[in-house]
C-alpha cells in the first residue's frame, strides 16, 4: 500500500502528487488507485484517470461523501472504472446504513452484483455460487427512502451550500482559523475548518459540547490509526498535510434542519473558545 500526501487546502489528493507517487515507486506493481473526494470537495479526476490509464492502473473514488459532487463537469463515477458511494446517517442522503458501487463498465457491474450476493450468478433461473461473496444486499425499505430523498436532493444540496456561504462570512479572516478550499461543483458534505497549532482541539470539541454545540475530528489520516501504523509503520512527517489535517481539523455542525441563525451561534461560540485558547 503506498499512501499520497493531500492537499492542505482541499484535503484531497492532486495530479501532481499522483504522478510524483507513481514515478518514485517505478519498482512497484500499483494496480489501482483510490481517490478520496473529501467531505464532498471535488477531485480532479479526469485528470487522474489519464494518469492511471497511461500507466495502466485501475482507478477508484471513494465518493462516501460526494454524492451530489461534480467533478470537471461530470458527476462523480464519470471518468473512473468504479466508484462507492455511502448512505450512512450523516451522508446528504441516507438509507440509514450502507452504500453504492457506480461504473459505467457491464463487467465490474456484474462482478459487484454477484458480491453482493453471497457471489451467487443464475444463468437461465438456476443458481450457483460462483465467488466467495457476503450479503451486501439493500432493502427495497432502504431503496424507497432513498428514492424519496432524490426528489428533493437539490434542495438539500443548496441548504448545505447557504450554510456554508454563513460560516464563510462569519468566520473568513478569523484569527486561529484556515477555512477549507472552495471549488465549484462542491456538494459540502461537511464543513471541517483547521485550527492553528496552537489551539487544542480536542479541548475545542469539550467546550463546544458544554454550550450545546456538537463538533468533531473530522478527516482521518490512515497513517494515524492505529491498525495501520501497526502495520505499515509510517511516518507522520511523510504526511504533513494528511497529519495535520487528522491532528487540527475540526467540523462544525452541516446539516439541512440547521438555519442561519444556528450557524450564527456556533460562529460566535467557536470565536469565543478560541479567544479563550490564543489569549
Ligand atoms: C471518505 C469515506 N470513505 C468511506 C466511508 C465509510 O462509509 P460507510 O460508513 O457507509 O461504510 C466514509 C464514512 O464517513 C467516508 O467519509
Redo the contacts with the bound molecule.
Keep these: 500500500m503506498l499512501l499520497c500526501d493531500v492537499d492542505a487546502e482541499s484535503y484531497v489528493v492532486t495530479p501532481d502528487r499522483i504522478q510524483a507517487l507513481i514515478e518514485n515507486n517505478k519498482d512497484k506493481k500499483i494496480t489501482a488507485i483510490i481517490i ?1 473526494h ?1 467531505f464532498g470537495y471535488p477531485v480532479a479526476v479526469e485528470a487522474i484517470s489519464k494518469i492511471a490509464r497511461d500507466n495502466n492502473i485501475k482507478l477508484i473514488e ?1 465518493a ?2 460526494a454524492l451530489g459532487t461534480t467533478a470537471d463537469n461530470h458527476h462523480v463515477g464519470y471518468f473512473s472504472d468504479a466508484t462507492c458511494l ?3 446517517p ?1 451522508k446528504a442522503l441516507t438509507t440509514g446504513e450502507g ?1 453504492a458501487v457506480i461504473s459505467n463498465q457491464p463487467r465490474v457491474i456484474e462482478s459487484i452484483k454477484i458480491l453482493r450476493n453471497h457471489g451467487i450468478h443464475s444463468v437461465e433461473g438456476k443458481m450457483d455460487f460462483i465467488l466467495d461473496g457476503l450479503n451486501y444486499r439493500m432493502t427495497d425499505f432502504q431503496a424507497a427512502l432513498a428514492i424519496g430523498q432524490m426528489e428533493r436532493f437539490s434542495e438539500t444540496l443548496h441548504c448545505r451550500e447557504t450554510l456554508v456561504r454563513e460560516y464563510y462570512s462569519l468566520l473568513e479572516g478569523h484569527k486561529g482559523i484556515t477555512l477549507p478550499a472552495q471549488s465549484k461543483g462542491h456538494s459540502w458534505q461537511s464543513f471541517m475548518i483547521v485550527l492553528d497549532s496552537a489551539i487544542d482541539r480536542d479541548l475545542m470539541i469539550k467546550q463546544l459540547l458544554k454550550e450545546g454545540i456538537q463538533s468533531n475530528l473530522g478527516a482521518q489520516a490512515i497513517h494515524c490509526l492505529t491498525y495501520f501504523k501497526n502495520k505499515y509503520a509510517l511516518a507522520d512527517s511523510k504526511y504533513p498535510n494528511a497529519t495535520n489535517l487528522y491532528k487540527q481539523g475540526l467540523v462544525l455542525p452541516l446539516h439541512a434542519k440547521l438555519v442561519c441563525a444556528d450557524i450564527e451561534k456556533v460562529c460566535t461560540e467557536l470565536s469565543k473558545c478560541i479567544t479563550l485558547e490564543v489569549a
Design positions: 478520496v473529501e471513494d462516501a461523501c455511502s448512505f450512512h450523516r452504500g
